[in-house]
């Protein structure tokens, strides 16, 4: 009788609190449990691995990605091994970033603007106009030769340089190159592909739509 009340213990996935502990006296209908599920909800911000979490919730999430930052490849699934390249090349993107800020006004120092703004008053309208115009041309070079060595290292250095975040006409040609990218890497080869992840981990983690 006692085996029979504990397999529908088991069955109804609840266990009797101190059976572990002295499994000969008995299951009392107060001592069953159910198993507690927490209520974790969607972040409504990027949560990077430096955020000061503002809820429950958030320090959750703020945990989980530090264990997939901590945790060796080897011991993640398929998903996870994916999550964590993408982690780490965004990580590595972000400090590239962080680096040309810093010498930003050396650059600026060390090559000044040579010519004047053809038939604009406000340079930084005018460089926002001509960001958008790259992109598109970066566009159409990846859709001419797919993602060669030269365009990827056009495609990083144009990003690294774009301050996030972006309006919304830009972020709509961003979203329209990745879903390029993203139907390119069904059919490309290994190396094109690694190229072609590279640049979706940058945008899908810093440019989100």
């Not at 919730?57 to 989980?64: A, D, G, P, Q």
């Not at 945790?71 to 699934?77: A, D, E, G, K, V």
């Not at 994916?82 to 050396?106: D, S």
Request: contains cysteine; proline residues 4%; glycine residues 4%.
């Amino acid at each position: 009788m006692f085996r029979l009340e504990v397999n529908e213990s088991f069955a109804s996935g609840r266990l009797p609190v101190d059976y572990a502990v002295n499994p000969k006296r008995g299951i009392e209908e107060d001592e069953k449990f159910s198993p507690l599920a927490l209520d974790v909800r969607r972040p409504t911000r990027s949560i990077k691995l430096d955020t000061y979490p503002q809820d429950g919730s958030e320090f959750i999430h703020l945990s989980s990605l530090s264990e997939l930052y901590t945790l060796q490849p080897i011991f993640l699934t398929a998903r996870q091994r994916k999550m964590y390249r993408y982690r780490v090349v965004a990580q590595l993107f972000e400090k590239r970033v962080i680096h040309f800020k810093q010498n930003r006004a050396t650059l600026i120092k060390k090559f000044p603007l040579q010519f004047d703004v053809p038939g604009e008053k406000d340079e930084k309208e005018w460089c926002k106009r001509m960001v958008k115009s790259l992109l598109k041309y970066l566009h159409h070079w990846f859709l001419a030769i797919n993602m060669h060595d030269s365009i990827a290292r056009w495609i990083f250095s144009f990003f690294m340089c774009l301050e996030d975040p972006v309006e919304k006409k830009c972020q709509n040609l961003i979203g329209v190159f990745k879903h390029a990218m993203r139907k390119r890497l069904r059919t490309c080869g290994k190396r094109e592909g690694r190229q072609l992840s590279t640049i979706m981990a940058i945008l899908d983690l810093n440019f989100r739509d």
